[in-house]
């Protein structure tokens, strides 16, 4: 009987059921047992069109217009009437579609940045206000308007003790400002800015110097959101100790601004992280909080709730404030999807509908992509969609379900069999999104599971309701909510014991090198199939998925590692340390070093490495790798080398490092990496055993902010000369003549 309805259903639909003898039939009838997950690829198939251009960029629109077009003239002559030829059009158009977003969004809204360093007095309207309080600094986003030689948009870092209390959105100021196009990734895998800035409209960054002189005060209220946020986050940090404001401040409005790096890194290696970004259990919580609240307040009044659907008024009132605690925090990736995810558990509870599935974050994510396509390639999409998906696919798992079923059974039995749910998800997320951070950052925390099973309930149903019942009673009372801020501030001290006990723990974080990039492709989509479908042939993909995970793993820690400007060199010793060029290298340089090489530890100074011979110009040194000697000069003086003495050390060696340009008679075995060519390759990875070297240029040189794209190198060039050309024009006759009288 099933299978009439069945056939009903499809001829209704128009796509006419195949029997087995026909071509293509026995792929027709799987698509056609799965044909309640195919929705679900949607969002799929539009990320696969956008990560295409993430990869290669616009070159690979008319190879992907031939595919697709071939994918359409296939899916024809298949029939139309066949789910197979409808779902092969259907997915070569997503693809397509996504490719084109993303592509045309990158041309529409991005600002070519700035070409080199710039230092000058602007006059600029601030859009944009983020406290940096850890930093002791306030940055401003200022819009310049139309300059022939300047971006229309700056970001600018301003010490604190610089400006007043008048300087908010709309304001009109005077500044003295150094600006620097926006900087790339130093070194292959690492990351960049420029990217973010590009799709942020913003064409340079720097700092102020000097004072700051207003010019006009904004007529009205500008940027109402981003004054609310930064007034709401100074409120909390007042009524917070000095300890717990920052992170207080981050919880609940998002401004991450204040919270120091100690317990910034902590909370990163202890699998904390995500707590400081405002996202699902965030809004859950402040929804939930409201829609109980809701539900008890108008239940109290009888004639209301005889007349009318308290559940209802109740969800609209929270989707409200949904709304409106996105816009509050930012309203960036994560916040936007969790509030589409709480409004369509909402709709979907008014109308009594399952509000836990899988539909409703594919939807979240479509909605997402079509609006954010390029948030698709950062880490904050993929991992909280990823975090998510994780959730739903386990608690509605006949495992889940058996195991979470309401029964007659002791207290303690309960809280115990809660307690180990708990730790099952946060296992099942961990092994999710491992992949995902050792892609993005090089590390990840190994006992995130056992730090959030008090982490999450703590914030969820002490620290967030705290703060929030905090700041209602001080709304209604001054000075009424300070036995809220004291529980709050009890309960954040606990969160980030917890952090920095667990990151000090032996193996708290695993480091993994820059892994290539089929490889975390495959697994992403290897994953994501096993998790949409339903049938057992889900499970075939299990074989590619594996073989990426194991080329994930066994990626090679690179041997040298050298920054975009050729400062900074890092070297793999014998014993597994860095050792550095330039033993003053800051904190920054340390960090992006020792993430990329896949070392913890501190680094030494290449001075103290075996067998290297070093002086005040340089170091030369031999490694050891591929079964051959290695000879290796890297130079770190400002000052100029005599030129027959450089030329005959270049011609013993095999590798030459300097930050600046080397003659032409410097001419080593294999590769002399200086300024002329970091200027068209960017930071370098050596991986000498296998004779290859990797840029920064190679995988980005395809995007439109990169500072490599031959467009931006023809720039470059075109400025050098003309600057050379400037040089070399004798002065006016009449002016020698002039002087002369």
């Given amino acids: 009987m099933s299978s009439i309805n069945e056939r009903v259903e499809l001829e209704a639909l128009g796509i006419k059921p195949l ?22 690829f949607i969002p799929v198939a539009l990320g696969l069109g956008m990560a295409l251009w993430q990869v290669q960029g616009d070159a690979a629109a008319l190879p992907l217009f031939l595919i697709c077009a071939g994918c359409l003239l296939f899916a024809a002559s298949a029939g139309r009437e066949t789910r197979f030829g409808y779902c092969l059009a259907v997915a070569a158009l997503l693809v397509g579609l996504g490719f084109a977003i993303i592509s045309g969004k990158a041309h529409m809204v991005g600002s070519t940045p700035l070409q080199k360093p710039w230092v000058g007095t602007v006059i600029g309207k601030i859009e944009n206000v983020e406290e940096v309080s850890a930093r002791e600094m306030v940055r401003f986003r200022l819009r310049l308007g139309e300059h022939g030689y300047l971006p229309e948009v700056v970001r600018v870092n301003v010490q604190e003790d610089a400006i007043g209390s008048g300087f908010a959105p709309g304001t009109i100021i005077k500044v003295k400002v150094r600006l620097m196009p926006p900087p790339g990734p130093q070194l292959p895998g690492s990351y960049d800015f420029a990217r973010t800035a590009w799709f942020a409209q913003i064409g340079a960054t720097g700092r102020a110097i000097g004072p700051i002189t207003l010019v006009a005060l904004p007529e009205r209220v500008s940027n109402f959101w981003n004054v609310a946020r930064n007034a709401t986050a100074a409120r909390i940090e007042r009524s917070l100790s000095p300890e717990s404001g920052p ?31 405002v996202s699902g259990l965030h809004v859950t919580a402040v929804v939930g909080a409201v829609f109980i609240l809701l539900s008890g307040l108008l239940a109290l009044w009888p004639w209301l709730a005889l007349r009318l659907p308290v559940p209802l008024l109740a969800a609209g009132g929270s989707a409200l404030v949904a709304v409106l605690y996105t816009l509050l925090t930012g309203a960036e990736v994560p916040t936007v999807r969790a509030c589409i995810a709480a409004l369509l558990i909402l709709i979907a509870m008014a109308l009594g509908r399952e509000a836990l599935s899988m539909r409703l974050l594919a939807a979240g994510a479509t909605f997402v992509l079509l609006f954010w396509p390029e948030s698709l390639a950062g880490p904050s999409f993929q991992l909280s969609f990823a975090a998510v998906g994780t959730i739903i696919m386990l608690h509605t798992s006949g495992f889940a379900q058996r195991f979470l079923a309401g029964r007659e059974e002791a207290m303690l039995l309960k809280l115990a069999r809660g307690l180990l749910a708990l730790l099952l998800t946060g296992l099942a997320i961990e092994a999710v999104l ?54 709050a501030s009890q309960g954040i001290q606990l969160i980030l014991w917890i952090a920095h006990s667990v990151s000090a723990a032996p193996g708290a974080v695993a480091l993994l090198p820059e892994m290539p990039l089929w490889s975390f492709g495959v697994a992403a989509i290897c994953l994501l199939v096993m998790a949409l479908l339903k049938t057992r042939w889900r499970w075939v993909m299990l074989i590619p998925c594996s073989v990426a995970i194991v080329a994930m793993v066994s990626a090679p820690r690179p041997d040298l590692l050298l920054t975009g400007d050729g400062q900074h060199l890092a070297v793999k010793t014998d014993k597994g340390q860095l050792a550095l060029l330039r033993a003053g290298a800051g904190n920054y340089a340390r960090s992006i070093l020792g993430e990329t090489a896949a070392i913890a530890g501190d680094a030494v100074p290449l001075d103290d490495m075996p067998g290297a011979r070093c002086n005040g110009d340089g170091c030369s040194f031999v490694l050891e790798r591929g079964g051959r000697s290695w000879r290796i000069i890297a130079i770190r003086s400002r000052y100029m080398l005599p030129a027959m003495e450089l030329a005959a050390a270049c011609r013993r060696a095999d590798i030459v490092i300097s930050s600046r340009r080397l003659p032409w008679s410097c001419k080593p075995l294999w590769l002399k990496a200086d300024r002329a060519m970091l200027e ?62």
């Fill in 19 to 40: 029997s087995f003898g026909q071509p293509f039939s026995v792929v027709d009838h799987w698509l056609d047992s799965e044909r309640e997950q195919l929705p679900l």
């Fill in 247 to 277: 992170v207080g401040a981050a919880l609940l409005v998002g401004a991450r601004g204040s919270i120091s790096e100690a317990d910034a890194e902590a909370l990163r290696n202890s699998g904390m992280a995500h707590l400081l970004s």
């Fill in 434 to 487: 491992a992949p995902i951070a050792l892609f993005h950052f090089h590390k990840s925390g190994l006992y995130g599971a056992l730090a959030n099973i008090i982490a999450i309930p703590a914030t969820t149903f002490v620290v967030m309701p705290a703060e929030l019942l905090g700041l209602l009673l001080d709304a209604i009372v001054p000075g009424a909510g300070a036995p809220f801020w004291w529980v």
């Fill in 680 to 741: 068209q390759t960017g930071g370098l990875a050596f991986y000498l055993s296998e004779g290859r070297v990797t840029t920064v240029a190679s995988e980005n040189a395809h995007h439109p902010w990169s500072a490599y794209a031959p467009v931006r190198i023809a720039e470059r060039e075109a400025a050098r000369k003309k600057e050379r050309a400037a040089r070399n024009i004798p002065p006016p006759k009449s002016s020698l003549k002039t002087i002369d009288q």
